[in-house]
């Protein structure tokens, strides 16, 4: 395999393996390193506008799968094993997946289970997977109405970042990989989050130092996930917006793009924050007016704070009654702080959305 000039190597206890970054779709199938067991999964609307630039992969055994939540479920896994069987594909296949969130969902977990584990490929084309999902291994599949009940955790071998393909990404998608830019750019170092704000100043979310940006925040992810692959302490501080980012999305049936929700989560757990003493006010209005200037969004209507916290019962993170938040002390500094899931959380929450809730429509 060709190396390119900026890889960067992500160490994992299932192997470590290497990211590459490149500008052009015609350079991804050079990069992958197929053999004769490729087994190719793709989102079926990226073939016919890059169908002849992924020639090279594409000749292999190709499942087409509709990026939705439905395909995100055991049914969905179910449909794509049953498609491996039928191609006769044995312990030594290949799986390459080609796709957002939901195709690497799937490839993981299949990946994961067949034959009880099978190497894969991972080349993300949406900015969520770009720049954050397609690091750390965990795979999560719904059991609808619910999201992500099921998951594994399972390393790819080898992930492939194009920048070509963002730009055919409609902007609410766009917008919405952001979420967990934004999120990166406040979890390690401080610097990074400037940074943003001033590349930003330039075409906003399409400024021309785009995979640069995706690059910084796979290297603050890399930075925790090192340290925790499995999500037991530091880990957690990634779901920094996620814990009512998730509320929102289950409570609008997925109206609300993830990475918006989480734009949404962190205005409001750092209004929390500030309530509590914790979060400096300087930092949250400076994250509050780069979130409100680069996502032109509206959310049709803002649940209520009761739906939220119940809502917040069914999440992983709560034990006996007590949630556990990541907070935002200050830029580069997130804390997890324990808060009883009780009627005082609800007024609070309440307080913000009386007052200007992020995205509410004016």
């Not at 890889?7 to 192997?15: A, D, F, T, V």
């Not at 053999?35 to 793709?42: A, H, L, Q, S």
């Not at 640069?212 to 779901?239: A, F, T």
């Not at 959310?299 to 709560?318: H, N, W």
Request: with cysteine; glycine share 8%.
């Amino acid at each position: 395999v060709p190396v390119t000039q900026d890889r960067m190597i992500i160490k994992s206890e299932q192997g470590d393996y290497p990211v590459d970054f490149v500008g052009d779709v015609t350079q991804v199938a050079a990069l992958v390193d197929a053999g004769p067991e490729t087994f190719v999964i793709i989102d079926e609307v990226l073939i016919e506008i890059y169908g002849e630039a992924l020639n090279g992969l594409l000749q292999y055994p190709t499942y087409r799968a509709t990026a939705d939540e439905e395909t995100k479920t055991l049914t969905g896994v179910g449909h794509f094993i049953d498609w491996l069987l039928e191609n006769k594909a044995t312990r030594s296949a290949r799986i390459v997946a080609i796709g957002g969130g939901v195709i690497q969902d799937v490839a993981t977990f299949a990946a994961h289970v067949y034959y009880r584990g099978v190497s894969w490929t991972n080349v993300p084309t949406t900015l969520l997977s770009q720049a954050d999902s397609c690091i750390g291994a965990k795979s999560s599949i719904n059991v609808l109405p619910l999201k992500n009940q099921l998951g594994v955790f399972h390393s790819p071998s080898h992930v492939v970042i194009c920048s070509e393909f963002l730009a055919s990404l409609p902007q609410v998608e766009l917008d919405s990989g952001y979420g967990e830019i934004y999120k990166l750019a406040l979890t390690n170092d401080g610097a990074f989050f400037g940074d943003l704000v001033e590349a930003l100043q330039d075409g906003g979310h399409r400024n021309p130092r785009l995979l640069e940006m995706i690059r910084k925040s796979l290297e603050s992810k890399r930075l925790v996930i090192e340290q925790d692959e499995h999500e037991s302490d530091l880990r957690r501080v990634l779901n920094y917006g996620h814990s009512f980012g998730h509320a929102l999305e289950a409570l609008t049936h997925n109206e609300v793009p993830h990475g918006i929700a989480v734009m949404w989560g962190m205005d409001l757990i750092n209004f929390l924050g500030m309530r509590w003493g914790l979060t400096n006010p300087q930092t949250a209005a400076r994250v509050r007016t780069a979130l409100a200037a680069n996502t032109d969004y509206t959310i049709s209507a803002i649940p209520s704070a009761q739906e939220l916290v119940d809502t917040l019962k069914r999440d992983k993170k709560v034990r006996n009654g007590v949630m556990y938040f990541s907070i935002l002390h200050d830029e580069g500094d997130l804390r997890i702080v324990a808060k009883p899931l009780d009627e005082a959380l609800v007024a609070e929450v309440a307080e913000y959305l009386d007052d200007e809730p992020l995205f509410a429509a004016r």
